[in-house]
């Protein structure tokens, strides 16, 4: 009795084991033995728990009936059946080089958005049901494996065209008939040829993925091309050396003026950012910022140019020079304590509040709306100016714009290289100009560049304009230089 106890503990450690080892759910694990068990036992119910031996029989045929499946789940994806993401890797390795044929990766848009409107169970079902319409495709691939939640991998020995992978799209676009609507999905897809060499399976993974990341336009399929994975390095070496750049003062601040057109002052500076990579050389902030956000590391890199604006504005009072400064944030700055981190910078320094203003881009403004109104309310009422950023260029609408906590718009140089070649344009800009004026918005152009644009801005009441035709952006040495000129020592109220 006591062995057979025994064996039975070994063999479920066993098992145990064996399905943590291979990536087998445990929950599911669990689940389908007590199934078992229950069918073993529906004959014998009530169960007897004081009789060991009675209760043996059924578990050791369950874990048996367990076993015996097992070999057919290990590296399989339980829902579709498809081969995972590991089973792939081993499948493909003895296969290289691979030299002919195409890897093909397929990814369903906003997948979660169906298991939020329908259920796990019904997302379940259509993923079933498009493993099936893939199983079906008639080109035949040599190879279907699952990837993760919605993404698909094919591997097919000979070229694909675009009309097969087109036929294909539109095949896995039909409505799928779960439940009681019939469910549309969007598919996007990304081609590696195989007729060069790729050094190994990874390799191969990464490039078909670069691929689908370039599907962003119709017909949403994009094929890898030699290169992209360089342009994908300088990426990651661009976030791989930004806490070293943050490090050894690699990156400065830039500070560009913008000027009142009524009277011609100086009346604020913008910080930019600049980068000069050792290997790389000077890096645009248009360039490294996103990429930045992208990897989470935004927050350090705002928190940087918080201190050194901050430290900036508190050594020019210092020098007599009273002229606000504007830094640029993004909207995972508006993620964290943003008031307490400047009120806290502010007090640090003993910079007055009005001595600093925020640039946001509307993208920054509606993510997560209610949030950023109330921070920047809370921002405001301390003192400090908020203008939108880089206006015209995203969805743009005063309409929405006139209940935002907000001082300032900049209308964005692609409005204003508009105006000269488009009658239009023109006629939009007035329009947004008096409507910004009605709702107490302040309005600046930027990279205004020549006389006549100045001019056009003038005629049209724009109150600041910032751009070469003022000033560059410069090093804050060179900016003092320029402080008599700039008219930075007299008269300086900070409003715009
Ligand atoms: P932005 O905030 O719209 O900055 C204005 C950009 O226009 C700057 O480019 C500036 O150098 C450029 N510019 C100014 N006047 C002229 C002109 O007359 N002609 C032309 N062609 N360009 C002009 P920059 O410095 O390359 O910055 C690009 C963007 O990077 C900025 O756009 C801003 O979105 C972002 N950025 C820069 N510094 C920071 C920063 O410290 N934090 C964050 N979050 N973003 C930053
Ligand atoms: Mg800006
Ligand atoms: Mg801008």
């Given at each position: 009795?006591?062995?057979?106890?025994?064996?039975?503990?070994?063999?479920?450690?066993?098992?145990?084991?064996?399905?943590?080892?291979?990536?087998?759910r445990l929950k599911r694990f669990i689940h389908r033995l007590a199934n078992?068990?229950?069918?073993?036992?529906?004959?014998?119910?009530?169960?007897?728990?004081?009789?060991?031996?009675?209760?043996?029989?059924?578990?050791?045929t369950a874990f048996k009936a367990l076993l015996r499946q097992l070999p057919a789940n290990i590296g399989r994806d339980p829902l579709t059946g498809l081969p995972n993401r590991a089973n792939l890797k081993k499948t493909l390795a003895p296969l290289m080089p691979l030299t002919h044929g195409a890897l093909v990766l397929l990814n369903i848009e906003q997948f979660r958005f169906v298991n939020d409107?329908?259920?796990?169970?019904?997302?379940?079902?259509?993923?079933?049901?498009?493993?099936?319409?893939?199983?079906?495709?008639?080109?035949?691939?040599?190879?279907?494996?699952?990837?993760?939640?919605?993404?698909?991998?094919?591997?097919?020995?000979?070229?694909?065209?675009?009309?097969?992978?087109?036929?294909?799209?539109?095949?896995?676009?039909?409505?799928?008939?779960?439940?009681?609507?019939?469910?549309?999905?969007?598919?996007?897809?990304?081609?590696?040829?195989?007729?060069?060499?790729?050094?190994?399976?990874?390799?191969?993974?990464?490039?078909?993925?670069?691929?689908?990341?370039?599907?962003?336009?119709?017909?949403?399929?994009?094929?890898?091309q030699h290169g992209d994975d360089q342009a994908n390095q300088r990426e990651m070496s661009i976030i791989n050396s930004l806490p070293k750049a943050l490090q050894q003062q690699q990156l400065y601040l830039v500070y560009q003026?913008?000027?009142?057109?009524?009277?011609?002052?100086?009346?604020?500076?913008?910080?930019?950012?600049?980068?000069?990579?050792?290997?790389?050389?000077?890096?645009s902030p248009a360039e490294f910022i996103p990429l930045a956000e992208c990897a989470g590391m935004l927050g350090v890199v705002s928190d940087w140019v918080l201190d050194a604006a901050v430290a900036q504005l508190a050594r020019w009072q210092q020098q007599g020079i009273r002229l606000p400064l504007a830094i640029n944030l993004s909207s995972s700055d508006f993620e964290q304590d943003v008031v307490g981190k400047i009120s806290a910078k502010l007090a640090e320094y003993q910079v007055d509040a009005s001595l600093l203003a925020l640039e946001l881009t509307e993208r920054t403004l509606v993510a997560n709306l209610p949030d950023t109104q109330q921070k920047l309310r809370e921002l405001r009422a301390l003192g400090i100016?908020?203008?939108?950023?880089?206006?015209?260029?995203?969805?743009?609408?005063?309409?929405?714009?006139?209940?935002?906590?907000?001082?300032?718009?900049?209308?964005?140089?692609a409005f204003l290289d508009d105006l000269l070649i488009n009658p239009n344009a023109l006629k939009i800009m007035r329009c947004s100009i008096q409507l910004?004026?009605?709702?107490?918005?302040?309005?600046?152009?930027?990279?205004?560049e020549t006389a006549a644009q100045r001019?056009?801005?003038?005629?049209?009441?724009?109150?600041?304009?910032?751009?070469l035709?003022?000033?560059?952006?410069?090093?804050?040495?060179?900016?003092?230089?320029?402080?008599?000129?700039?008219?930075?020592?007299?008269?300086?109220?900070?409003?715009?």
């Open positions: 009795m006591i062995y057979l106890l025994i064996g039975v503990l070994v063999l479920l450690s066993l098992v145990m084991a064996v399905s943590i080892w291979r990536h087998y078992h068990v229950r069918e073993q036992t529906e004959h014998t119910l009530p169960l007897d728990f004081t009789d060991v031996p009675a209760l043996m029989l059924p578990l050791y409107l329908f259920g796990f169970h019904t997302g379940d079902k259509v993923l079933q049901a498009f493993a099936l319409r893939l199983r079906q495709f008639s080109s035949q691939p040599r190879f279907i494996a699952r990837m993760g939640g919605d993404e698909f991998l094919l591997f097919f020995d000979t070229v694909v065209e675009q009309t097969q992978l087109l036929t294909l799209q539109q095949l896995l676009q039909q409505p799928y008939l779960v439940g009681n609507a019939p469910i549309g999905l969007k598919v996007k897809i990304g081609v590696l040829q195989l007729a060069t060499d790729h050094a190994d399976v990874s390799q191969m993974l990464r490039r078909v993925d670069l691929a689908l990341k370039k599907a962003t336009q119709p017909p949403f399929i994009a094929q890898y003026p913008k000027q009142a057109l009524v009277s011609g002052q100086c009346v604020q500076a913008e910080a930019l950012m600049r980068w000069e990579h050792p290997e790389l050389g000077r890096i100016k908020v203008a939108i950023d880089d206006f015209g260029t995203g969805h743009s609408s005063l309409a929405y714009l006139k209940d935002l906590p907000v001082d300032e718009i900049k209308i964005d140089k910004a004026h009605q709702l107490g918005f302040s309005v600046t152009v930027e990279g205004v001019q056009l801005l003038v005629k049209l009441g724009v109150d600041v304009i910032q751009g035709i003022f000033a560059k952006p410069m090093r804050a040495a060179e900016l003092v230089c320029h402080a008599e000129k700039l008219h930075l020592f007299s008269n300086m109220d900070g409003d715009i």
